[in-house]
């Protein structure tokens, strides 16, 4: 293989884009399209363009499923579980007064965090060219997956 400055020229002249991994996540967690870094990523909040208006890629394949809400967990429950213990060891308030600071603090966390973390998840299966990014049908690689229940 040789490099041609975004392309990767393989053997026998078909050209196909470089997908570097941490270049596609960090694409899709500023909400913008992996292959192009330019376009768009969300037509709303948490739906996906269908195809890239700038490239043309298609989005449409991802399966991000449950994945960025199981990470905004993660970093929201350590994160804000962090702050609450640093501001217990400092000061004394009641459990009310802690109620009213941390849970709209958690909720707003969360609605802010869930679409970059997405996008994140997008990039990640687009450099890795996973569930059709790659030009393969899932269907024809694992039939009977994503068809109806026999």
Known sequence: ?????????????????????GRSI?????CTCPACGTGRLFRAF??????C?????EIHHHRADDLPAYLVIVVVGHVLMTGYLLTDMTFRASPWVQLAI???????TAL????PIK?????????????GFGGTDDEAVDPGRGGPIA
């Open 1 to 21: 293989m040789q490099k041609q400055g975004e392309q990767t020229v393989r053997y026998g002249g078909a050209q196909e884009a470089e997908r570097p991994l």
């Open 26 to 30: 960090k694409r899709g967690l500023l």
């Open 46 to 51: 948490l739906k996906p363009v269908d195809t």
């Open 53 to 57: 208006a700038v490239c043309g890629e």
């Open 102 to 108: 941390w849970v709209p603090l958690a909720i707003l």
């Open 112 to 115: 802010v965090t869930i679409q």
């Open 119 to 131: 996008g994140g998840v997008i990039g990640f299966q687009w450099s890795l060219k996973m569930h």
